[in-house]
């Protein structure tokens, strides 16, 4: 490979000499022989044929010299302003090839190459760095769907193994059947909540926008949970304006309500309360889920909608940390906002504000 490099490397050196040296040949022979022409004007001189042949071989002379002489500077400059730097950008590339996203190119002076060789480099630092943050999230995502994974397996397994022995009771042989198919929903909604994520992510889910009632779509989704809240007994408090239109994605926007208000009733324990507003202006419908449970730190606030991150460990079995990155996502792909406020016995709320349909178009 070196040597092909060496080859090329020649042979370019060959081509620029030439086309310096027809440059030049052609630049000085022009100025010579206007020169002589109209020095020979000026003095009345006619130049004879020995006189001629001297000048003509003088000039040869000249123009091989100068050629030659223009081609190394211009080598010299090549080497400082471009090779250098393609050379620190080849290495940089090949070192990304193997694996190795820490790589970082040193800036080099303004005044010792091309202004767009500045450009190349500031532009390759940040993919480095954009491939590093990637890289890091594959690495962290792959290591906790691993661990996510193992304990549905896990407590398959066992139950599996439990409901092999011959003197089982018909009541023991339920509950374990109730755990093996308890886990085994588990991990198939974990399964789906990481397609839809990584469908999302990749932008292959493109919101198909319809106008509909907010309002009735909240009703909606928060009674699918009446069984959860009349078994714990929690309290329902709504607050629910009429007649708030919103133009986005249905399904997607009932995955934020569906994550939100099971997130509620997971956390909040029995005789609690929970609270869903919404209110709007003329340009936002904001939407407000609020909660009595164990609420949570402003350090657990700051990750919340990272993947499968989960800041009570206590409740991690009913869960496996995927529902508010999904709600994140969303949010984002609707061109929304959410934020989260909570202190640690106080409960949580959570607030989106979307774009809503103006009052005019109602």
């Avoid at 223009?70 to 471009?82: E, G, S």
């Avoid at 919404?278 to 919340?304: F, K, N, W």
């Avoid at 202190?343 to 959570?350: C, L, S, V, W």
């Amino acid at each position: 490979m070196n040597g092909e490099k060496r080859k090329r490397l020649i042979v370019s050196g060959i081509i620029d000499y030439l086309i310096f040296f027809a440059f030049v040949s052609f630049m000085i022979t022009c100025c010579i022989m206007l020169f002589v022409s109209t020095l020979s004007r000026t003095l009345g001189v006619t130049l004879t044929g020995d006189n001629l042949e001297e000048a003509a071989k003088l000039t040869f002379v000249n123009v091989v010299f100068l050629s030659l002489l223009f081609c190394i500077v211009d080598l010299i400059r090549r080497r400082w302003t471009v090779s250098r730097p393609v050379r620190r950008i080849t290495e940089a590339a090949e070192r990304i090839c193997q694996g190795d996203f820490s790589v970082r190119i040193e800036p080099i002076g303004r005044f010792a190459t091309d202004e767009t060789f500045h450009t190349i480099i500031d532009c390759f630092n940040q993919m480095a760095q954009e491939l590093a943050s990637v890289e890091t999230l594959r690495t962290d995502f792959i290591a906790n769907v691993s661990h996510e994974m193992k304990t549905p397996l896990a407590v398959m397994q066992n139950y599996g193994t439990l409901l092999q022995a011959p003197e089982l009771s018909d009541v023991k042989r339920m509950e374990y059947a109730r755990g093996v198919t308890d886990a085994s929903r588990r991990l198939a909604d974990m399964m789906t909540n990481i397609l839809k994520l990584n469908r999302l992510e990749n932008q292959q889910i493109y919101p198909k926008t319809a106008e509909f009632d907010l309002g009735e779509q909240l009703c909606e989704c928060l009674l699918q949970y009446e069984n959860i809240w009349e078994k714990a007994e929690i309290e329902i408090d709504t607050d629910i304006e009429d007649n708030v239109k919103v133009k986005a994605d249905e399904e997607l926007l009932g995955l934020v309500w569906n994550n939100l208000f099971s997130n509620a009733f997971k956390f909040t324990k029995a005789g609690g309360k929970v609270t869903v507003a919404l209110l709007s202006d003329e340009t936002y419908a904001t939407v407000r889920v609020q909660d009595t449970g164990c609420g949570m730190t402003p350090e657990v606030g700051a990750h919340i909608f990272e993947k499968f991150y989960q800041g009570d460990t206590s409740h991690s079995v009913q869960g496996n940390g995927l529902g508010l990155a999904l709600v994140k996502r969303v949010i984002d792909i609707l061109q929304g906002e959410i934020g989260v406020e909570s202190a640690p016995g106080k409960g949580t709320t959570f607030t989106v504000k979307i774009r809503r349909v103006p009052y005019e178009l109602e």
